[in-house]
Structure formats: structure tokens, C-alpha cells
């Protein structure tokens, strides 16, 4: 049975315009990401998703235009932003008082789903790219996030994160989460709810599964 993709939103773009200079990047641009829904947003490279995806976050304002996000989200950037010198406990605690929580029991579980859990006293730089894409993910998720927003993600999944992610999809979408990816080649377009493609600027069209 297909789920219903629930009538809450949690993030929303309104006719979303971004200008460098004279190169203009949106034009217009209208997303609306519910809860419980899995959305990609695809598009070929100068189609202005980096600049969406930014603007979505909260790292650069638009110059015209609405953004509404409802409750925590998640944000793992392409390129993974750690410290080498770092173990992985170290960053679970500085992310721990970043979010300001109590405990680091979401982190254990996110670290035994991933299967990373024995790396934990490990320093970054001995970490394989994949594990270093694991823990990436279980700081953008250790906060129990609304939307977890993911930006080429694809380009860092080994085979068992790629297949564990969709797993973790699959559990956050019945919990009520959502999930956004950023992409200029989207992969298992059977997962998404919704596919959404940008061009120039704008959105072209919409498939949806649902």
C-alpha cells in the first residue's frame, strides 16, 4: 500500500529569487517538502541547486521570495565537514552540545545502525571514506531532526551506506521525518515521493509516486 504523504510541511520555498551579480541563478523557484515524504530536487550543473539547497539551510538569504522551515533539520554537505585531528567521540560531543542534548544515546544507535560503532576513539583521518560518510550522517541525524537535508550524497555512499541510508529512509518517513536530496543524477527514483526538477532557475515539472 502507497503512503500518504502527510498535509504538514516542513520546509517551504515561495517564488524563491538569487542574483550574483548580474548572473541570475533562481527565478522563482517554488519547493514544498512535506512531512513523512522523501523529495528530490534534480538538475543538471548551473541549474542553481547548490544555491536552493543554501538558501533552504539558511547559509545565504534570497533576494526575493518566502522560506519557512517548521522544526530542527539536518544538513550534510557534499564534501563532509570533520576535523582529521579529531576522534569521532570528540565530534559527537562538540555536536552533543551543539544541539544541547543530554545524552549521546541517538548517536549509539545511529553508530550501530551504520555499523561504525567500534570506531568511536578513532581520529578522523585513519577513517575510510565511508565510514567518514557514516558518521557525517549520524551528526546531521543525532538530534532527531524534522528533515534531513542531503546535498550529492551519492558521491560519498559506499555499498553499505548507500544501502543502509535507504533502510534509515524507509524508518524516518514512517516516523514522520522527511528527507531532501540535492543531486544532479538521482539513483532508485522508485524511493522518492516526489522528483523534482530544476532548470534555469526554476522548477520544470514533478513526478510523483504517491
Known amino acids: 500500500m502507497t503512503q500518504m504523504p502527510s498535509t504538514r510541511q516542513c520546509l517551504r520555498l515561495d517564488d524563491v529569487w538569487k542574483a550574483y551579480g548580474r548572473r541570475q541563478v533562481l527565478s522563482g523557484a517554488d519547493l514544498c517538502v512535506r512531512a513523512g515524504t522523501l523529495v528530490a530536487v534534480v538538475g543538471e550543473n548551473?541549474?542553481?541547486?547548490s544555491t536552493l539547497l543554501r538558501i533552504a539551510v539558511g547559509q545565504v538569504a534570497a533576494?526575493?521570495?518566502?522560506v519557512e522551515r517548521v522544526g530542527p533539520f539536518g544538513y550534510c554537505p557534499?564534501?563532509?565537514?570533520?576535523n582529521d585531528t579529531l576522534t569521532?567521540?570528540?565530534?559527537?560531543?562538540?555536536?552533543?552540545?551543539?544541539?544541547?542534548?543530554?545524552?549521546?544515546?541517538?548517536?549509539?544507535?545511529?553508530?550501530?545502525?551504520?555499523?561504525?560503532?567500534?570506531c568511536e576513539n578513532a581520529r578522523v583521518a585513519s577513517l575510510s571514506g565511508g565510514t567518514r560518510q557514516k558518521l557525517n550522517l549520524t551528526l546531521a541525524l543525532m538530534h532527531d531532526?524534522?528533515?534531513?537535508?542531503?546535498?550529492?550524497?551519492?558521491?560519498?555512499f559506499d555499498w553499505d551506506t548507500h544501502r543502509r541510508f535507504w533502510e534509515l529512509a524507509s524508518i524516518l518517513r514512517a516516523a514522520g521525518r522527511s528527507v531532501?536530496?540535492?543531486?544532479?543524477?538521482?539513483?532508485?527514483?522508485?524511493?522518492?515521493?516526489?522528483?523534482?526538477?530544476?532548470h534555469r532557475g526554476r522548477f520544470l515539472q514533478e513526478a510523483s509516486s504517491t
Do not use: I, S, W
Open 145 to 156: 531532526p524534522q528533515l534531513l537535508v542531503l546535498d550529492e550524497p551519492y558521491q560519498g
Open 46 to 49: 548551473g541549474a542553481g541547486k
Open 78 to 82: 557534499q564534501v563532509a565537514v570533520l
Open 63 to 66: 533576494d526575493r521570495g518566502g
Open 180 to 198: 531532501l536530496v540535492v543531486t544532479h543524477l538521482v539513483h532508485e527514483q522508485e524511493q522518492f515521493d516526489a522528483v523534482r526538477h530544476l
Open 88 to 118: 569521532v567521540r570528540q565530534h559527537l560531543r562538540l555536536f552533543q552540545v551543539a544541539y544541547g542534548l543530554h545524552d549521546l544515546r541517538r548517536a549509539h544507535e545511529l553508530m550501530h545502525f551504520f555499523g561504525f560503532e567500534d
